[in-house]
């Protein structure tokens, strides 16, 4: 089982088709920690980002390039000389660089989006294979939309990205169209037509539009396919890419059936899934697969009782394996800093001194409050270090008061300390505690944020356990997410807007506006 042949290799893609998507951005100090994540959890390939859209992805992919050791670095690129230049630039320091390089091939693509013949979308697809392997060896090839192209013109077109150099080719589902018989059949047959076939590793990527992205995956490699491009929680595009941890689970419990495997650490999927939820404020739906707060739980009494004879009877995998264990106690208020230092680095977080220091206060405060620290407690605080470094308004108090008969008017004031050392205060009533919090801030910071959800979940389980609030609101028409963790709620609730406010703030002061960046970025 574990011969090479069998193995299949693993594309992360969440910082790239699945931070392009709405809700799901991070800074970059939020990518270069979840690269560091993805690292330990053992993929094979990170897609940092796509360089040409953005100075800041530029950044972050550089950034992930020089510091993530192990995986494969990959950046996108159009076939556009631009784009690709811009991945080399960003992928300078990288150990293991790879190219990505992409052109949509279907004739609705080739007519609509590019306006171009099949003869010049060949053209193109070799000269930007051909000029990325001038920047690196490693260079892999995507016809976009493929499972809507010709299939005779798919197998003419990877031929002739193989002809010129390209290693892996990758046969995107981009609208996620097709079924688990026809891309199985799809992979049989570009194995057996695509001239230099035997040089190339095939892969999959399958959006979910219909539910069946992790089914089409499975299905590729049933077809041939050794590499998968997946995404943590299966975050993507609409309604996202295959998700990482489903399909990991299904090669690992039915790996006899399918005779392949992968070297992603089962341990770390559910830290790695929490991280990323904790990072963009997308909470994961409680009975998702493998990482959902349910995946585990037993609620009706029969099956309760089959569990106890046998766990066997209900569960096919066991949590423990899947990292859910890993919440368990690890740390409480007599912890010094050294051993919060090795904890940290074990959760895959490599500090420098200032950022240690930040959050062993943090610890010893919140240990004061909570007897017991946990593995997802620490996360949280690493994360609002980060945040409360990042430029921008600062929550120094808060007080809020609330009450049910008719002559307490729920009120909040608030004080912030801007990013210049600047103080202000401002109060407000509303409807209820939130909503004069929500509208204090809103006063103090000149901002109008408009809630499109707003959810309060806790972080780990007792009754002193943290709250993470997490918000999406639109400002100026786009979509943007914040998340704010404290014992408080409220406390949690003001740390999510202010994350929201902070963002919107730094990327006007930046000049880059998001819809810019968002209208660059490709599907
Ligand atoms: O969905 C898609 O086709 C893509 C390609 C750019 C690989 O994300
Ligand atoms: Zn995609």
């Known amino acids: 089982m574990n011969d090479p042949a069998s193995r299949v290799r693993i594309f992360d893609t969440s910082l790239r088709d699945g931070e392009q998507s709405p809700g799901c951005s991070m800074t970059p100090a939020q990518k270069l920690r979840f690269a560091h994540a993805l690292s330990e959890l053992g993929v094979d390939v990170i897609e940092a980002g796509f360089p040409a859209s953005s100075e800041t992805d530029m950044g972050a992919v550089r950034a992930i390039a020089r510091e993530v050791r192990g995986a494969t670095v990959a950046t996108l690129a159009r076939c556009h000389q631009g784009d690709i230049e811009a991945c080399a630039r960003a992928l300078e320091g990288a150990v293991h660089p790879r190219i990505h390089v992409f052109i949509s091939t279907s004739p609705l693509h080739r007519e609509h989006k590019l306006g171009l013949s099949r003869e010049q979308v060949l053209q193109r697809a070799v000269m930007g294979v051909e000029l990325a392997r001038r920047y690196a060896d490693d260079v892999e090839f995507s016809a976009e939309d493929a499972l809507r192209t ?37 992979f049989e047959y570009l194995r057996a037509n695509v001239a230099g076939a035997e040089q190339a590793v095939f892969s999959a990527h399958c959006h979910n539009d219909l539910g069946l992205a992790v089914a089409n995956s499975l299905a590729a490699i049933d077809g041939g396919a050794r590499q998968v491009e997946c995404t943590i929680n299966g975050i993507g595009e609409r ?15 039915r790996g006899e059936y399918y005779g392949a495997h992968t070297r992603i650490d089962s341990r770390r999927l559910v830290p790695t899934s929490r991280l990323l939820s904790r990072i963009t404020g997308m909470a994961v739906q409680r009975n998702k697969a493998v990482v959902g707060q349910n995946a585990f739980a ?40 050294a051993a919060l230092s090795d904890r940290l680095q074990t959760l895959g977080f490599a500090l420098d001194e200032a950022q240690l220091n930040s959050v062993f206060a943090g610890f010893k405060a919140l240990a004061e409050k909570k007897r017991e620290v946990f593995d997802a407690d620490l996360e949280a605080l690493v994360l609002g270090a980060d945040k409360r470094a990042a430029r921008g308004h600062r929550l120094a ?75 999406i609101a639109r400002v100026d028409g786009v979509e943007v997410t914040g998340s704010g963790t404290s014992t408080d709620i409220l406390e949690a609730s003001a740390l999510a807007w202010l994350d929201i406010a902070n963002r919107v703030l730094r990327t006007r002061a930046a000049g880059a506006a998001e819809p810019e960046r968002r209208a660059a970025a490709i599907a």
């Not at 046969?171 to 169209?177: F, L, M, Q």
């Not at 209820?432 to 801030?441: E, I, S, T």
């Open 397 to 471: 108090r808060l007080h809020v008061s609330t009450g049910v008969n008719q002559d307490s008017l729920p009120t909040a004031s608030v004080q912030l300390v801007d990013a210049d050392g600047a103080t202000v205060s401002e109060a407000a009533v509303g409807d209820g505690p939130v909503h004069a919090l929500f509208a204090a801030l809103a006063r103090a910071t000149g901002l109008a944020l408009e809630i499109d959800s707003y959810q309060v979940s806790s972080v780990t389980t007792g009754d002193d356990a943290q709250g993470q609030a997490s918000l």
């Open 150 to 186: 010709e299939p005779e013109f798919l197998a003419q077109i990877c031929s002739a990205a193989v002809a010129a150099g390209a290693r892996t080719l990758n046969i995107p589902d981009t609208v996620g169209y097709t079924t688990p018989s026809e891309i199985r059949a799809l």
């Open 239 to 253: 309604a996202g890419n295959c998700a990482l941890e489903e399909l990991v689970m299904a090669l690992r419990v």
């Open 298 to 337: 037993h609620e009706s009494g029969i099956h309760q009782h089959g569990m106890l004879k046998h766990r066997g009877t209900y569960e096919i995998m066991r949590p423990e394996d899947v990292g859910w264990a890993q919440s368990q106690m690890v740390m409480g208020r007599h912890s010094g800093r």
